[in-house]
């Protein structure tokens, strides 16, 4: 069974867990495409790199988007770094 972690943060994922390419704190992950915004490769935002470090930290992590998400490798990534499966 799944631990309660009595808590929920939701982040839209344009521009908040990834960022423009460019910004300061942010890092580009090499090979992962992302449609948004004209499209380019995807491009993690400070709080993209370090969720886990935040008040968020000891709560369940969601996104939402008004898009499509961005790439399957996209959506992986997401989903690795907010603590979901496969």
């Known amino acids: 069974a799944a631990e309660s972690k ?3 943060c939701l982040f839209d994922i344009d521009r908040v867990l990834t960022a423009k390419p460019g910004c300061p704190g942010s ?3 090499a090979g992962v ?3 948004a915004y004209g ?3 995807m491009t993690l935002s400070a709080l993209g790199q370090g969720i886990g ?3 968020c930290g000891r709560c ?3 996104a939402v988007s008004a898009g499509s ?4 490798a996209m959506r992986s990534m ?3 770094m907010l603590g979901g499966g496969p």
């Open 6 to 8: 009595g808590c929920l």
């Open 27 to 29: 890092r580009v992950v």
């Open 33 to 35: 495409h992302d449609d």
């Open 39 to 41: 499209g380019g490769p």
């Open 53 to 55: 470090q935040t008040a």
């Open 60 to 62: 369940a992590l969601g």
């Open 69 to 72: 998400g961005g790439s399957g």
């Open 78 to 80: 997401l989903r690795g």
